[in-house]
């Protein structure tokens, strides 16, 4: 069955960085945009960016350019997400999910904590 | 970009009510919709794909439609199971914007 595994989330300084990442398994890893979406407590969903099947497309949400960078390796079956200059607006649940244009399946999510 | 805004933001119903969620874009858009279930704690589940396609698995009682600017969420008899929260999610190439999200509490 499909699964996703997010992984990498923890406490972390305001200014500093955090690389998440997303094991995938029961699918063909390499035959699907990814996705990912963040959840701060309380709030509603927030898209953040999504990667094409070979990695060559990737498209960020305003919030996050430039500080934000998803990559993939198809042969690891793995996301990425390196987040840099974190702030205290990043704290939330980091979700990976299959899909560009919508996920039809999700991880559990991964609690990244931007505190001091 | 596209906003979304859905409402209510909660809703009070009770079980065998017909329930309906309204999206409204900010400007017309010929990219997709979809709408997401999602209960305290776990991650959200795919319920219905561009604008009205039924997810495998998912309830018929559950339905999508829409165009243009609005689009709507229908249960058609509302479950105890149904009770959580809802949330539509537009696509174009470039982005993917969800709405605030609604709130279905039990009446």
């Known amino acids: 069955q499909v699964q996703l595994v997010e992984s990498g989330g923890g406490l972390v300084k305001p200014g500093g960085s955090l690389r998440l990442s997303c094991a995938a398994s029961?699918?063909?890893?390499?035959?699907?945009?990814m996705t990912w979406i963040r959840q701060a407590p309380g709030k509603g969903l927030e898209w953040l960016s999504y990667?094409?099947?070979?990695?060559?497309?990737?498209y960020y949400a305003d919030s996050v350019k430039g500080r934000f960078t998803v990559s993939r390796d198809n042969a690891k079956n793995s996301l990425y997400l390196q987040m840099n200059s974190l702030r205290a607006e990043d704290t939330a649940v980091y979700y990976c999910?299959?899909?560009?244009?919508?996920?039809?399946?999700w991880g559990q999510g991964t609690l990244v904590t931007v505190s001091s | 970009d596209i906003q979304m805004t859905q409402s209510p933001s909660t809703l009070s119903a009770s079980v065998g009510d017909r329930v309906t969620i309204t999206c409204r874009a900010s400007?017309?858009?010929?990219?997709?919709l979809a709408w997401y279930q999602q209960k305290p704690g776990k991650a959200p589940k795919l319920l219905i794909y561009?604008?009205?396609n039924l997810e495998f698995g998912v309830p018929s009682r559950f339905s999508g439609s829409g165009s243009g600017t609005e689009f709507t969420l229908t249960i058609s008899s509302l479950q105890p199971d149904d009770f959580a929260t809802y949330f539509c999610?537009?696509?174009?190439?470039?982005?993917?914007?969800f709405g605030g999200g609604t709130k279905v509490e039990i009446k």
């Open positions: 029961g699918f063909t890893f390499s035959d699907y945009y």
């Open positions: 400007q017309s858009f010929s990219g997709w």
């Open positions: 999610q537009h696509y174009n190439v470039y982005s993917l914007t």
């Open positions: 990667i094409s099947s070979s990695g060559t497309t990737i």
């Open positions: 999910a299959r899909g560009g244009s919508y996920s039809d399946y």
């Open positions: 561009k604008t009205s």
